[in-house]
């Protein structure tokens, strides 16, 4: 699966460090050529050997060898990704500040290859500000960050922030390096929806919602570099992938005629628009005037796009939806899940800091039928087009074509 390409695997001085073997063992498994580096902490807490014998070649420590007079460079220009498993609190403060002070720090700042960093470290630590910031920072770099799960920790304490699954790390790997060979949707057709509509009252006036579009077109873009025939359906009048078919639409009844009709011929939908649940019943034909007083609104359902999609959808076909929600999104989230069919819902917590509408980040959390979950921290709308991109690619290759997963019940 991962023939001919080259891996750095960067170790850092964590307690983690022993679980950097068990993903280097898998990752050499399904055939990558596996570069170990280990800093010098790194090597208290796991032996040299262990990770030299496992490896495709001896661990790597100094930026002074003495036959490869510039291996920092030599390593990340060779690289097609390099991975940090554990990564401390000081490894992810010197990269966001660009301090080059060894061979794996110089490796991620001289390499062009994806970098995804495994954090492990104390829940108070995890928590601090700085360590968010600098990961918030990365983050914007395009760096992907598997995030740390709850469990316990070194010394006995309980939290966040122990080390991934080297499973599921192994699985980032694996999507980030697909995503970079270029090519993982090539041949598949993905329709994608963005911005929000709008409904109108009279010629002049519309009920709307704050949706940009900017997500929906990230997810498009995303998709179209990965080698997807993308129908983008939008509200919105933002730059488009080359190729791609665009439909422009305004209203709830307009978005879900043209994705019903662009799904019978999909074999991914993605419900990134935010479409009106209600509609004036009657728009009036004429500018309602202030001297009669304020409007009557009289409102009635729209089409639910997303269950329409769930009830109709072809053998095989992979639908994402979206949930926007304040507060904990993540029970609203489930339901949405269970009750529209879909194969995966990508809640973002609309309220949270430079997360949901307009701005050019997002922060969400991807809910599959799978039961597995993806936590996305502040990225730009990029990075978690791919990250919902990652898990489409994972779903179609899971599923069978018969594979079909009904709607349960109707969404309250
Ligand atoms: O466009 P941006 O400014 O970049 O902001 C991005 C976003 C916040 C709009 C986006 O990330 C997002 O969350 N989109 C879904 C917003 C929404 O309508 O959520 P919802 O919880 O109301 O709807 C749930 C799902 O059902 C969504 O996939 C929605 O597209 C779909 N739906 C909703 C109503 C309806 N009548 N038909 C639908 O298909």
Redesign the pocket.
């Given at each position: 699966m991962l023939a001919g390409r080259r891996v750095v695997l960067g170790v850092t001085g964590g307690i983690a460090a022993y679980k950097a073997v068990e993903v280097c063992r898998r990752l050499v498994d399904l055939g990558a050529h596996v570069v170990p580096v280990m800093t010098e902490d790194a090597t208290r807490f796991v032996g040299e050997v262990t990770l030299s014998a496992l490896a495709s070649e001896p661990v790597q420590r100094s930026l002074w060898r003495e036959q490869d007079p510039i291996p920092h460079t030599a390593l990340g220009q060779q690289a097609d990704l390099v991975v940090v498993v554990p990564a401390t609190a000081r490894f992810l403060g010197t990269y966001a500040a660009g301090i080059s002070d060894g061979l794996l720090a110089a490796t991620v700042l001289a390499t062009r290859a994806p970098v995804v960093v495994c954090p492990a470290m104390h829940t108070e630590m995890w928590e601090h500000p700085a360590v968010q910031e600098n990961l918030a920072t990365l983050r914007r770099r395009g760096v992907h960050v598997v995030e740390p799960g709850s469990g316990r920790l070194a010394g006995g304490d309980v939290g966040t922030g122990r080390l991934a699954d080297p499973v599921d790390i192994v699985a980032a790997v694996t999507a980030r390096l697909a995503r970079s060979g270029g090519a993982d949707l090539a041949g598949v057709t993905v329709v994608v929806?963005?911005?929000?509509t709008r409904e109108a009252i009279d010629p002049v006036r519309f009920i709307t919602n704050?949706?940009?579009?900017?997500?929906?077109h990230a997810i498009a873009d995303a998709a179209a570099a990965r080698g997807a025939d993308v129908v983008l359906v939008t509200t919105v009048a933002r730059p488009v992938p080359a190729g791609a078919t665009v439909v422009r639409v305004d209203t709830?009844a307009e978005m879900a005629d043209a994705v019903l009709a662009a799904a019978e011929h999909a074999d991914v939908v993605v419900?990134?628009?935010?479409?009106?649940?209600f509609r004036p019943a009657v728009a009036a034909p004429v500018k309602l005037r202030k001297t009669d007083g304020p409007p009557q609104l009289v409102l009635e359902p729209?089409?639910?796009?997303?269950?329409e999609l769930g009830r109709r959808r072809r053998p095989g076909q992979v639908l994402v939806?979206?949930?926007?929600?304040t507060g904990d999104p993540e029970e609203r989230a489930l339901q949405?899940l269970r009750s529209?069919g879909a194969d995966l819902v990508?809640a973002?917590d609309?309220a949270a800091p430079g997360s949901?509408?307009?701005g050019d980040t997002?922060a969400v959390t991807i809910y599959g039928a799978d039961g597995r979950r993806t936590v996305v921290g502040l990225s730009s709308?990029g990075e978690v087009a791919g990250a919902v991109l990652d898990r489409v690619v994972a779903c179609r290759a899971a599923r069978g074509p018969d594979d079909v997963t009904p709607p349960t019940r109707s969404d309250p």
């Open positions: 929806s963005a911005g929000g704050r949706s940009s579009g900017k997500q929906g709830a419900m990134a628009a935010a479409v009106a649940d729209t089409v639910d796009i997303l269950a939806g979206f949930a926007a929600e949405k529209k990508v973002n609309v949901g509408f307009d997002n709308k």
